[in-house]
């Protein structure tokens, strides 16, 4: 599986990212009840692209393309061939369907947010706001259109345009779970913590049998770190879902950083081998593993570990550093002293950008602009970098060196599009 498929792991701790992982709808099974109703009924949403196992197959694939390209005035089948395609991460074939179904009938909605889905898989959250929000215009009542643009924005960065568009739902649903998780993960990442656990909390007490909800609290009571909280949380999310891979994965770190204990890092290294029975390279999982691994002496085996974890995300800091220092540990330091510095080159993932972000937002200095998009850059958060440049260079129009740097962010962004696009 590729890193950029799997938002929720490639991060470090990207709450952002996780709440795209919560909102996700499941299987080409839906689609193909969907796809034959008639355009105004089709559902707004289509299912995230799976990042693991669907029961899809490259034949079931390769039967879809056929019948589309027998039919080539269907928009449905050409939705469906989208759809499969999808589901196998192909992102490039997904894109080719999704684009010729919307051809064909331009009203039909999951064309468009089909997509938007491959844009934000792809790591292209500018774009897959454009699509979201075309969607919108035809659907302007849709709940499920504006809680998918209001995860879009979370990922782009762009809070204000995020908690406008989960406002909006919230008024048409006010105690929709999936809408107060939508809030609850904004207002996290606002670090409106107060406001954040009480909206979580009241997702939980509407849908207590819902696991994404437990995952959601469970999550921020670790932003938070009120671990015997947040492992409360996450037992309960584990309880009602236990391959779910988020819940397993913060349980882990709550076990971890919360007791620090031999014991509690057995069953945190259960946990995450749990995780690696569905995804085998989960960058994050593969990191903690070797940090435990480190922890118990076991050099030889955290080495090859990490060293998997690295093969996953190469550009993780965490990773670089975690593998560079088991290196030094065990007696490998040229290599390791390269990857630790390698790392703290990069900077952490997940680094806090609010406060640079607020002034750079509020104050036209072209400085602030190209520090904030330096910033995202170095994260491979291109689609955020353009953004803010683009906004700085409206408010300092013909400014070389921001149309410099937005040259080179447009490129940069542009390098994670599927192949022909």
């Known amino acids: 599986m590729s890193t950029r498929s799997s938002a929720h792991t490639a991060r470090g701790w990207s709450f952002a990212a996780a709440l795209l992982v919560a909102g996700a709808l499941g299987g080409a099974a839906w689609w193909r009840s969907a796809?034959?109703?008639?355009?105004?009924?089709?559902?707004?949403?289509?299912?995230?692209?799976?990042?693991g196992p669907t029961g899809v197959s490259l034949r079931d694939l390769q039967q879809a393309v056929l019948l589309a390209r027998q039919n080539p005035n269907?928009?449905?089948?050409?939705?469906?061939?989208?759809?499969?395609?999808?589901?196998?991460?192909?992102h490039g074939q997904a894109m080719y369907w999704f684009r010729q179904a919307a051809a064909l009938d331009p009203r039909l909605l999951p064309a468009i947010t089909g997509q938007g889905q491959v844009w934000l898989a792809v790591g292209r959250p500018a774009r897959a706001a454009a699509m979201y929000e075309r969607a919108l215009?035809?659907?302007?009542?849709?709940?499920?259109?504006l809680l998918e643009l209001a995860r879009t924005y979370t990922a782009l960065r762009d809070f204000p345009e995020a908690l406008r568009c989960a406002r909006r739902a919230q008024e048409k649903a006010p105690e929709d779970p999936a809408v107060l998780r939508a809030l609850a993960a904004i207002y996290g990442e606002l670090v409106m913590t107060e406001e954040c656990l009480k909206v979580a909390r009241r997702a939980c007490e509407i849908a207590s049998a819902d696991a994404e909800n437990w995952v959601l609290l469970g999550s921020q009571l670790l932003r938070g770190q009120k671990y015997a909280e947040a492992e409360v949380a996450l037992r309960r999310a584990l309880q009602l879902q236990p391959g779910n891979i988020p819940a397993n994965l913060y349980c882990a770190r709550a076990l971890i950083e919360g007791k620090k204990t031999p014991e509690a890092d057995r069953e945190a290294f259960a946990l995450l081998a749990r995780i690696r029975i569905s995804e085998p390279n989960h960058s994050q999982a593969l990191l903690m593993m070797g940090g435990i691994l480190t922890r118990a002496g076991n050099l030889p085996l955290a080495i090859s570990v990490l060293r998997r974890a690295r093969e996953a995300d190469p550009r993780d800091p965490a990773i670089l550093i975690a593998l560079g220092q088991a290196l030094i540990r065990g007696r490998q330091a040229q290599e390791g002293v390269r990857l630790v510095t390698q790392g703290q080159k990069l900077g952490p993932r997940g680094v806090g950008f609010l406060d640079l972000e607020e002034l750079a937002r509020k104050n036209p200095d072209p400085g602030l602009t190209m520090r904030l998009a330096d910033l995202y850059r170095r994260q491979d958060l291109y689609d955020q970098a353009v953004r803010v440049l683009e906004r700085g260079l409206a408010r300092k129009p013909g400014h070389r060196e921001i149309e410099k740097r937005l040259l080179a962010a447009r490129a940069e962004a542009d390098r994670l599009n599927p192949p022909g696009l």
């Open 35 to 51: 796809i034959h109703q008639p355009r105004a009924a089709v559902p707004a949403r289509m299912p995230m692209l799976s990042p």
């Open 137 to 145: 215009k035809l659907a302007p009542d849709e709940q499920s259109l």
């Open 74 to 90: 269907s928009a449905p089948l050409a939705l469906e061939a989208g759809a499969l395609a999808g589901e196998l991460n192909e």
